[in-house]
DNA sequence: AATGGCCCCAACCGCCGTTTC
DNA sequence: AGAAACGGCGGTTGGGGCCAT
């Protein structure tokens, strides 16, 4: 691609140099227009490659060190529900990054998913382990209780996740109680899921839970449930979480 | 001390949607 | 309206560090 045309262009791990220029450019330019950043400052990177490593890596928002408890219950119950949308996920934790999501979510969380399932990945499409499902649902609850007040969705959380728990098996469908066991979509599941639940409902408010169900009628998940977790805010700012203040 | 295996994470890749011209 | 450029996303990889043997 560009590396064909431009062929000193640099890979590989940046440099303290590199990293000292691409800051100086972020802070004169700002964050868009990466490739003319790229190009005007000199850097022999694209700018793909300066966008990552800033959001990545440089941006002084970035919070450091490791995840706390919270955040690791946070990461745990929104995968459950959104799966491996990272991006999403990254938008209710300040200062954590998808990148940063996902690699935890492989090192760590992944591992406690699948010991909590006997150490096995389940089958989900032969739609087996009922008492999965339900150990499964004891833990979240237990989850769900430890969650604090600070983030201003204890109450809520811990009825939401209880009411979903009892419906989503006959309401939810196939999704839901797969990502509930840990168990990935492939890209291609979730595009058609995506575009599934778009087509499906015309709020941003709606339950996500209720879309993926293949005989979701009438036995929808009351509207008026608070359940936040489901409503996708446009700006994630606006979302009510103190973890952003 | 050497080394082989595993873990972690930064960086890259490819695809897709959006914006700009 | 359509092509090109740009930006964002999720998946994957490579290499450094750690640890057990």
Request: proline residues 2%.
């Given at each position: 691609m560009d590396?064909?045309?431009?062929?000193?262009?640099?890979r590989?791990?940046w440099?303290?140099?590199?990293?000292?220029r691409?800051?100086?450019?972020?802070?004169?330019?700002?964050?868009?227009r990466?490739?003319s950043l790229?190009?005007?400052?000199?850097?022999?990177?694209?700018g793909?490659?300066?966008?990552?490593r800033w959001?990545?890596y440089l941006n002084p928002?970035l919070?450091?060190?490791?995840?706390s408890?919270?955040?690791?219950?946070i990461?745990?119950q929104?995968?459950?529900l959104?799966?491996?949308?990272?991006?999403?996920?990254?938008?209710?934790?300040?200062g954590?990054?998808?990148?940063?999501?996902?690699?935890?979510?492989?090192?760590h969380?992944?591992?406690?998913v699948?010991?909590?399932?006997?150490?096995?990945i389940?089958?989900?499409?032969g739609?087996?382990?009922?008492?999965?499902l339900?150990?499964?649902?004891e833990?979240?609850?237990?989850w769900?209780?430890?969650?604090?007040?600070?983030?201003?969705?204890?109450?809520?959380?811990?009825?939401?996740?209880?009411i979903?728990m009892e419906s989503d098996?006959?309401?939810?469908?196939?999704?839901?109680?797969?990502?509930?066991?840990?168990?990935?979509?492939?890209?291609?599941?979730?595009?058609?899921?995506d575009?599934i639940?778009?087509?499906?409902?015309?709020?941003?408010d709606?339950?996500?839970?209720?879309?993926?169900?293949?005989?979701?009628?009438?036995?929808s998940?009351?509207?008026?449930?608070?359940?936040?977790?489901?409503?996708e805010?446009i700006d994630?700012?606006?979302?009510p979480?103190?973890?952003?203040?």
């Amino acid at each position: 691609m560009d590396c064909k045309k431009e062929g000193a262009l640099r890979r590989g791990p940046w440099l303290e140099e590199e990293d000292a220029r691409l800051v100086k450019f972020v802070t004169l330019m700002g964050e868009h227009r990466w490739d003319s950043l790229a190009r005007v400052s000199g850097l022999k990177r694209n700018g793909k490659s300066c966008r990552l490593r800033w959001i990545n890596y440089l941006n002084p928002s970035l919070k450091r060190g490791p995840m706390s408890k919270e955040e690791e219950i946070i990461i745990f119950q929104l995968h459950a529900l959104w799966g491996n949308k990272w991006s999403k996920i990254a938008r209710r934790l300040p200062g954590r990054t998808d990148n940063e999501i996902k690699n935890y979510w492989r090192t760590h969380l992944r591992k406690k998913v699948e010991a909590q399932n006997n150490d096995k990945i389940i089958d989900w499409r032969g739609n087996k382990g009922e008492e999965m499902l339900r150990k499964y649902k004891e833990s979240e609850i237990t989850w769900t209780r430890t969650t604090t007040r600070e983030h201003g969705f204890e109450e809520t959380v811990k009825e939401d996740k209880q009411i979903n728990m009892e419906s989503d098996k006959e309401t939810n469908g196939l999704i839901c109680e797969r990502e509930h066991f840990g168990v990935m979509n492939s890209p291609y599941e979730n595009r058609i899921f995506d575009w599934i639940f778009k087509t499906s409902i015309d709020q941003s408010d709606a339950n996500i839970l209720e879309d993926h169900s293949s005989s979701s009628s009438d036995n929808s998940i009351n509207s008026n449930d608070g359940s936040w977790w489901f409503q996708e805010t446009i700006d994630f700012e606006e979302f009510p979480c103190s973890l952003w203040s």
